[in-house]
């Protein structure tokens, strides 16, 4: 029997959310039904209601959750009712020709359910990054659920499935930040602080947070950052070098994804250091660099998706790290939230006040 359950949904470009009833299908063959207990309001979900993700409305928003398998498809083994899992919007297929090379975190045929989720009158639900999970229950393949220790409570685990995912994943897994180097950060909402936390728990000993915000900078020190910059008032090229004895950071992370935040980064790593790009650029940014500059500096520029993260060797793990009291993800949950508040936590979003505001399911 489909189940009935309220969700959040985007109807039309800039038009507000609502909250209606989405029929949820039983679990096929591969997927799993997942009875959410909490669930992240992340930018990507205001991007899907502006219309800068695509045109396919109506969509089921939310992706960063946490909650119980209530059933199970055919042939669905790793998985079984009552399992506590995060979701993850990239289950690797195993198949493809990365995958086949042994980079799954690039696979380029990641799993999401087969079957669609509708609304009441039939119409098809297009699930925010596959998942759609500001929803009671949701239905996904049974690869993006992870199984993590059900003792780190909903609001945190479910954080691990993107923003902090990616800005941990952008500094340990991408940055291959290690023992002894220096760090700095730009941009410090969820993204770049959880970068700060990522490079404090690889062994980092010079973090720089750099935002334009002095609110922020506060926080990045919670996080662990050993100083700040604020870049409308310091040239934070010039800052990083004069803490880094003249070369600049051996990593530097855009956690902005803006053209002159990237250009900053590029300059303030040293030579033969590591650029990570993990703020999402918008199609109509450019960037222009001197070529001699990008040859001549060495190292590395990249870009880093999701964290470069694979969920099962990632969520566990860094679910683990949290209940060992060894990184602090709980201060990531600015507030938690009911379904019906999700519009009104848009809006605290766009003024830059929380990092994470957590819809919480009974
Ligand atoms: N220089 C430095 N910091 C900046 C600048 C700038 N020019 N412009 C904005 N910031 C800071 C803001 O003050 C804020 O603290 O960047 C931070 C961005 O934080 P959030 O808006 O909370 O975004 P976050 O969720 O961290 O995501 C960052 O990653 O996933 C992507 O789409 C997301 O591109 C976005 C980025
Ligand atoms: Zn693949
Ligand atoms: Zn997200």
Redesign the pocket.
Known sequence: MPSEVRGVVARAKGAPVTVETVVVPDPGPGEALVKVQACGV???DL?YREGGIGDDYPYLLGHEAAGIVEAVGDGVTRIAPGDYVVLNWRAVCGECRSCRRGRPWYCFATHNARQPMTLTDGTTLSPALGIGAFAEKTLVAAGQCTKVDPAAPPAVAGLLG??VM??IGAAVNTGGVGRGDSVAV?????????AIAGAVLAGATTVVA????DG?LELARQFGATHTVN?REQD?VEAIRALTGGNGADVTID????P??FT?AFYARDHAGTVVL????TPDMTLELPMLEVFGRGGAVKSSWYGDCLPERDFPTLIDLFLQGRLPLDRFVSETIGIDDVEAAFGR?EQ?G??RSVVLFD
């Not at 750099?210 to 915000?213: A, L």
């Open positions: 992340c930018h990507t991007h993107c923003g990616a800005g730009f941009g410090c909402g969820g993204v770049g602080d959880a750099v935002d334009i915000n922020k870049s934070p956690a902005v994804g803006r002159e935040v900053q993990v703020g999402v650029p979003m830059g929380v990092l």
